[in-house]
């Protein structure tokens, strides 16, 4: 048959594997893998004998795919680039464990020394080392809400938890769900909880906590969780059966008023639901966060041992170029790692966010892996997982006492 004809080609030379590039990343829905086929197809406009291989692994915050990856680094196999959260989670892990290349001579070619903010280095460097590319920036204390809802009944986006428990008992008693929740992923309990320690501990006191240098003792961490518990009290009934898409698609579509939420939704709401910024949805910082910037940067490196080094040198220079982050954030949602893009290719939510990241306090997300150990995140989405069923703040406090004890080095 001449399905089987086609199918039975010769293997490949050496040179011709040798242009290819195997890109391994968890983008495979919403405005993500947009993102991501828009830079590929760059890519191959600019370097069109470059075979691309998109290894992706479907899964939100990498679930799926961080299991897969440990598995092939482990096993001497790695993929030619993979996505990596700046922070612990590339420098405590990939990096400490000897498995990545250095990429300072390659920084100095491109000429990208001066072109993305200090703190944001910082974030893909050890002992003087730069080992990754960032490619977005998301910001992950946003809370979303249905603006239609919103001027229906003539409410602003809270400010404090406060404001926020006002406007929660107000939508309640119009029949209308205030807070969607999709926490099938334990990941976005997680996200949602350390907004509300961000809004009750402020910026320099959160950090802190995932340094060792804050107790868990803190009085003001049974009230974070105190909040918590009531805050659930105003979620969807089948949030544990939901991904975060569908908790951001319940305020896309009018059934629920508010969804706290990296700003991937903003890629989602607007691709997939095709909804419009400041006229079907609005934003505003989590409340007790305004001037805070919740930073989780999405980059990738160059592994030792890997079969395609140059050809992924060309994906890592695209990656990081001007081009390369004007084409594939707008359509993610996230804005530029680059200090020197181009505003005008953003929406207004784009525009707006670029202004806050320059001019707001940066803080690593715990649970997208950049402020503590792989290891402490893991346990700790355990015991916010255990809590959301179980409400016992006594418990999430010994639980997360003894998760600092063993992860953070904490005594």
Known sequence: MACNQQTATAPKSDAQKANQVEIFSWWTGAGEEDGLK??????????PDIEVINAAVA??????A????????????PPDTFQVHGGA???DSWVAAGKMEPLNDFYKQQGWTDK???????????GGNIYSVPVDIHRGNVLWYNKKIFDQYGLKPPTTFDEFFKV???????????????DKEPWTATQLFENILLGTLGPNDYDKLWKGQLSFEDPR?????ATFKKMLTYVNQDHAARNWQDGVQLVGKGEAAMNVMGDWAKGYLTNDLKLKPNQDFGWAPFPGTNGTFVIITDTFGL??????????????????????????????GSIPARLDADPKKYDVYGQQTMKDFKNSKLVPSLAHGSAAPEGFVTQFNQLINTFVTQGNIDLAIQMMKQDATANLGVK
């Not at 828009?38 to 370097?47: G, S, V």
């Not at 993305?116 to 050890?126: E, G, Q, Y």
């Not at 961490?221 to 969780?225: F, H, N």
């Open 89 to 91: 989670e590339l420098n």
């Open 303 to 332: 592994p030792k041992g890997i079969k395609h080094p140059e050809a992924t040198k060309k994906f890592l220079a695209v990656l990081g170029s001007v081009e390369g982050q004007d084409a594939f954030n707008p359509l993610k």
């Open 38 to 47: 828009a830079l590929i197809k760059l890519f191959k406009e600019k370097n």
């Open 116 to 126: 993305f903010p200090p703190a944001l280095i910082d974030l893909v460097s050890k």
């Open 168 to 182: 929660a008992d107000t939508l309640k008693a119009k029949g209308i769900t205030p807070l969607a929740l999709g």
């Open 59 to 64: 899964g939100g915050a990498g679930t799926n």
């Open 221 to 225: 961490i049974k009230q974070a969780l």
């Open 66 to 77: 961080k299991t897969v990856l440990a598995t092939r680094m482990q096993g001497n196999d």
